[in-house]
């Protein structure tokens, strides 16, 4: 198993959240969410992420992907 020895736990993923993803990401990553959490390491460096948190920022950039694209 994977020995993230300078995790900084942030929060600790609901089962809810576990199970809506469980179908979605690879299953490496919810054992990673099962085992630390959500946090970070190398100093912040990385990030283990709630994608709950930023659903409103990905569905703009989504909504604005769509739209053409316009020179000033």
Do not use: A, C
Request: net charge neutral; proline share 6%.
């Amino acid at each position: 198993m994977l020995n993230l020895n300078d995790f900084v736990l942030n929060q600790r993923p609901s089962r809810n959240i576990i199970e809506e993803y469980e179908d979605k990401i690879p299953s490496q990553v919810i054992d990673i969410w099962k085992q630390y959490g959500f946090g970070s390491i190398k100093k912040g460096y990385l990030k283990v992420i709630n994608p709950n948190d930023y659903i409103t920022l990905l569905q703009l950039y989504i909504l604005d992907m769509k739209q053409p694209f316009h020179y000033s």
